[in-house]
Every structure is written in C-alpha cells, then in structure tokens.
C-alpha cells in the first residue's frame, strides 16, 4: 500500500512552500505600493510542477503557501476561497492529465481564478467586481502564458548544453 505521508513529501511540502511564498510575498509587496497584484509567480510555480511532483504534496504546498500569501498582504478574507480554488486547479488537472496537452491543461484549470470575481462581488458590490475582473484576466494571461513558456522552453531541449554541441566538425587537412 501506498504511503501518502513520507519525510520527502513532507520535505518536498516545505520546500515548494517556502518558495511559493517567498514568491508570493515579494510580489505583494510590490502590490501594496502599486495598487493591484497582476503576476503571480507562485501559481507559475504550482502549474508547471504538475506531473514533476506528487500532486497531493502540490497541492498542499499550494494552499498553504496561498493562505500565508492572503495573510501576509492583510487579505484573510480570501482564505477560504483561495484553499477552494487551489484545490480545483489540481483536481482540474487530475482529471484531464491522460486527455489532453499540458498547454490545454493549464487554460482549463486556471480557469478556476475567476471564482474570486464571484467572491468579491458577494462580498462588496459591481465596481469590485469589474475591477476584479480586469485584475484576475490580466492574472490569468500572465500566469498561463508564463506557464506554458517555461514548459514549451523546457520541452524544447533549446538550453540543454549537449543538444546543442552535437553536430560534427568536418576537418579541411
């Protein structure tokens, strides 16, 4: 039987946490100064590890470091909605990992950020919402495109050092 609690998925856990927070941290920072978060590098990070890591480990990476990102920039309010949609986005991807392509995966199951539309339009009124709704497409182009670069790049072997040095020198003596 399978174990799901191991010291390298604890370990792993941690880790992938303190980056996604680390991550996280530093772009709200920034937001406080200017106004809104557009780029999310911690959801960069959780997209293209899918398949690289176990996905429960990811996913719980994923919602802790979310949940210590809403309380480090004063947004507690969105906890709830912020485990709920971390969740979906790996459910997402569990769902379709044998149907579809990686690229395709990552449009889907990002999808999910715009339950935050929904959230703050319940929770304040319409001009949250279209704000919201500027602010999470601008999100959602930024991490998805982002994803994908990296994953087209990594996949295209363009950086690995013997791919690139393998072709054959003719000698003219």
């Known amino acids: 039987m399978k174990k799901w609690v191991t010291t390298k998925n604890i370990a792993t856990c941690g880790v992938l946490t303190a980056i996604m927070f680390v991550?996280?941290?530093?772009?709200?920072?920034?937001?406080?100064?200017?106004?809104?978060?557009?780029?999310?590098?911690?959801?960069?990070?959780?997209?293209?590890?899918?398949?690289?890591?176990?996905l429960f480990t990811l996913i719980l990476s994923a919602v802790i470091a979310g949940s210590m990102i809403d309380l480090y920039s004063g947004g507690a309010i969105f906890i709830p909605i912020t485990i709920l949609v971390k969740i979906l986005i790996g459910l997402t991807y569990k769902l379709l990992n044998k149907k579809l392509n990686i690229h395709l995966i990552y449009i889907i199951s990002y999808l999910w950020v715009f339950i935050y539309n929904l959230y703050s339009y319940i929770l304040w009124d319409t001009s949250v919402l279209i704000v919201e709704l500027i602010v999470n497409s601008i999100q959602?182009?930024?991490?998805?495109?982002?994803?994908?670069?990296?994953?087209?790049?990594?996949?295209?072997?363009?950086?690995?050092?013997?791919?690139?040095?393998?072709?054959?020198?003719?000698?003219k003596s």
């Open 23 to 54: 991550m996280g941290a530093i772009v709200s920072t920034i937001a406080s100064m200017t106004g809104k978060s557009i780029i999310q590098f911690s959801d960069i990070i959780y997209l293209i590890l899918f398949g690289k890591v176990n």
């Open 140 to 171: 959602y182009s930024v991490t998805v495109g982002g994803a994908c670069l990296i994953i087209l790049t990594s996949s295209l072997n363009i950086f690995n050092k013997n791919e690139a040095t393998d072709y054959k020198v003719e000698n």
